[in-house]
């Protein structure tokens, strides 16, 4: 099952190195979903990694309680997201979303697309497909804000997208 870790927002890759050292075993993972962006460095657009989720970690693991008596060791703010008094997984659904946009390395891809009239057409990467709400294009940043149900909540999600042409 999957499992989230709430972190200080900053902090995921330290907390999740320190977990890969003292908890996994070969049927545990550890892993902070990413997103490629373009950036503009020295006058050339080049793709970057960003945090997909900021301060939260992604935990594989049968062992909740293992992962929380883990957690007690790394110094900082970690937290397992859980209703009421018990941890709660990740959802059938969310665990798709991430399997599908991320892939085995847990990295979504710069997607491609255009605008027709009023309508996002995505044709090159992990989106081409999707049917989800856009709730925010910045084509300067070359990123558009998704909305999707995540933990429990709608949750504003940041991709990296590049429009290349405007049709009316």
């Keep these: 099952m999957w499992y989230v870790v709430q972190v200080m927002t900053g902090n995921e890759h330290q907390v999740a190195a320190l977990c890969k050292e003292s908890l996994l ?15 503009k ?52 659904s969310e665990v798709a979303f991430l399997s599908r946009f991320g892939g085995k390395e847990h990295v979504v891809e710069f997607s491609v ?29 070359r990123i558009a804000v998704l909305e999707v149900e995540f933990f429990g909540r709608i949750t504003d999600v940041t991709v990296g997208l590049e429009i290349v042409e405007k049709r009316v």
């Design 25 to 39: 075993n070969e049927q545990e993972e550890v892993f902070i979903p990413m997103y490629e962006r373009k950036r």
């Design 41 to 92: 460095v020295r006058g050339d657009y080049e793709i970057v990694k960003a945090v997909l989720f900021p301060g939260y970690v992604f935990f594989q693991t049968e062992d909740v309680e293992g992962l929380f008596y883990c957690l007690k060791n790394v110094s900082g703010l970690t937290r397992i997201l859980q209703t009421g008094e018990e941890f709660t997984p990740l959802h059938e």
């Design 113 to 141: 697309g255009y605008i027709e009239g009023d309508k996002v057409v995505i044709t090159e990467g992990p989106m081409a497909d999707w049917q989800g709400k856009v709730k925010k294009i910045d084509r300067h940043k």
